[in-house]
Every structure is written in C-alpha cells, then in structure tokens.
C-alpha cells in the first residue's frame, strides 16, 4: 500500500512565542542533546544525577509536557513506515519508492511518502507521525534537526539516507559519494579532457558538496588547475535547472570540453542543449551524470553515469527499522557504487 500527499497549510505546528515548549528547547536550555532529554524522560538508566537534575529543572522551567498521546500509539505496534522527502529529482525518489515498498511490502508493512517542504516552518512532523512504526528520510531532510527532535519526541524512530551519524538515529544508509565523483573524473582525464565543467546540486544537500568536493579532488589529482568559471551551482536536482546550467556553461568562450552534472536529470539536460547547440556527443562534448536512474539507460546517447545504489539503499534503510534493537549505537551501512560507462564519453577533438 503507498500514499503520497504534501502537507497542507494547516499542517505545521505553531511556531509563535506561545507555541507549548519541544525536546529542543529543553534540551538548549539544559545545554545537552535531545537524546540526553529523551532518555531523562523515558526513565532510562546510565544518566548522571546532575545531567537528570539539569534536564527536569529545564523541563519545570519551560512547561514541557510529554506527548502521552505518541507514546499510547507506540505501544499499538503500528505498521506503517513514512518515507518523508522535499525535493529529490523525481527519477531519483521513484528508485527510493520502489526499494522501499518492495522491503515494506515483504515484511507486512505499509509505506506512507510524504512531502515535507524545506525551509522555516516546513520541517515539521507531519499529521499522524506519531502512528508511524518508523520513519526513513531522505536527503536534505537527513540534515534536519528539528525534524528529527521532533519524530524523537513522537517516540517514532528514523533511519537516513546520509554520510553522518546523527543523534536518535536508529541508523543510516550511505554510499561514498566522493570517492564516486572522484572516479568519474579519472575516467574524464583518462580520456583526456583537461576543460570539464561540473555542474553542482543546490547547498542544502549534503551530497552536493561531497560530489563537489570529489570533482576537485580528481582535477588536483590529474594535476588541472581547477576553474570556477567552470562550476555552475543549479538551484535544484531537475532538468530545469540543469537546462539553465547547461546553456550558461556552452555558452562560454572557450567551452568545457566535457560536463559532469551531479545527478542524470541534469546531465540529460546537458544532452538536450548540446543538440540544440548544434554539438555532437560525445565528439565535441563529454557528458556525465550521476544516480543511474532508469533515465539514463533511455535518453540518446545512453548516458555515462554513476549507479548509485538507491533501491538498495531503501530498502536496507526499512529493514534498519523492522530490525532495529535497544542499543545506544546506529546501524551504519555504505552500500558499493560503480561507474557505468555507456555512449557519451569519448576522447576529445584534436
């Protein structure tokens, strides 16, 4: 089973001065982490007198009241996961979809996506989080804090689809997304490109600066002084922007004689203004994506590109939570990537 919705305007929680006091506030307010907070209220053992005292005092002061209501609906062992995302490429989220209900599904789980949109007030635990036997974000929610303080808070643990550990977390599911981009630029200097472009996802995901970050680690290594002229940040992870990006880095004088886009919407993109341009790929372009979506495998010419493990990914993030055991320490897991060399990768022209 599987229902996707975005919240409406009524969702968010109140966020005035007069709003009831949260776990992150206690927790700033005793100066230790939400966790700490969560383990005072459980009544769980291994906690200092004095960080006990801090939390409660914290919590006298503040009014906080416990979510009684989270903690009945734990109890009733719910059997409904929440894939919760903002603004992943849609070819992306539909390998997340399908890896997480496949996992789900066999386990006699329902999963429940839901569009939590990003920025102030929008990070908040959607309607009937509470009910949820567990939660799996995906980036850039992995990064929320408040989201994830307050899916503590509902009782509902989480798993992310990220590179760190964060507190509360029952685990995260990673690939290594800088060795990947890294790996994509020596093949692109071993074909012998020294002017490649690289187009960046937007800074809120943390994988665009690991991707970033991979692109000048392979030119340092090749030894190619690195341009920025030669870097376009695109607002979002979707063909639009890899549209704009595309046009903008083509259109300089002279061009990159390859392009490395952070994800296949936007190296397909790189495809489309190419042809418009009058460009033959990969003769007079090299281009390259990442994620090796089902786009890339159909688009012409079939796309070199990164197989991030995405499906996998998912699923082994729901079977974190289905398996998840009472112990302070997160289940990590970095799933292998590869490079899949297809048909727009080529030596440059003389």
């Given amino acids: 089973m599987i229902w996707q919705r975005h919240l409406a305007e009524g969702d968010t929680i109140d966020t ?7 776990i992150v506030d206690v927790a700033r307010e005793a100066g230790v982490s939400f966790k700490t907070v969560s ?4 009544g769980e053992p291994n906690v200092r007198a004095e960080t006990r005292a801090r939390v409660m005092d914290a919590v006298a002061r503040l009014g906080y009241r416990t979510n009684q209501h989270a903690r009945s609906l734990r109890a009733g062992q719910s059997r409904l996961i929440g894939v919760f995302y903002s ?6 989220l539909g390998e997340i979809q399908i890896g997480a209900l496949q996992r789900g599904n066999a386990e006699g789980f329902s999963i429940a996506f839901e569009h939590l949109p990003e920025g102030p007030g929008g990070s908040v ?13 995906i980036p850039p929610l992995t990064e929320d804090a408040a989201l994830m303080a307050r899916l503590m808070e509902a009782g509902t643990p989480f798993v992310r689809l990220s590179h760190t550990e964060a507190e509360g977390e029952v685990g995260h599911v990673t690939m290594d997304d800088e060795a990947a981009a890294q790996e994509v630029m020596g093949h692109l200097i071993g074909l012998g490109h020294r002017r490649i472009a690289f187009i960046a996802g937007p800074g809120s995901h943390p994988q665009s600066h690991l991707r970033e970050t991979g692109y000048r680690a392979g030119l340092a290594a090749g030894g190619i002084a690195l341009g920025e002229s030669l870097i ?17 880095l083509l259109g300089r004088s002279p061009r990159p004689t390859a392009i490395f886009a952070s994800n296949d919407d936007m190296a397909a993109a790189v495809l489309a203004v190419a042809f418009r341009s009058g ?28 197989y991030q493990p995405s499906r996998e990914m998912a699923s082994v993030a729901v079977g974190m939570l289905l398996e998840k055991r009472a112990s302070d320490a997160p289940q ?19």
Avoid: H, K
């Avoid at 005035?16 to 949260?22: E, K």
């Avoid at 979707?238 to 595309?246: F, K, P, V």
């Avoid at 990590?332 to 022209?349: F, I, K, N």
């Fill in 16 to 22: 005035s001065d007069r709003r009831p006091a949260t």
């Fill in 39 to 42: 383990r005072v209220l459980n």
């Fill in 87 to 92: 603004s992943p490429s849609r070819n992306y």
């Fill in 125 to 137: 635990l959607p309607r009937g989080g509470a009910e949820l036997a567990g939660a799996v974000l």
């Fill in 232 to 248: 376009v940040r695109a607002e979002t992870f979707d063909y639009e922007a890899g549209l704009r990006a595309a046009a903008e």
């Fill in 279 to 306: 460009l033959r790929v990969p003769e007079q372009l090299s281009v390259v994506g990442f994620d090796d979506t089902p786009l890339a495998s159909v688009v012409y010419p079939a796309l070199t590109t990164i």
């Fill in 332 to 350: 990590m897991a970095c799933l292998p990537y590869r490079l899949v060399v297809r048909e727009t990768t080529a030596a440059p022209e003389a």
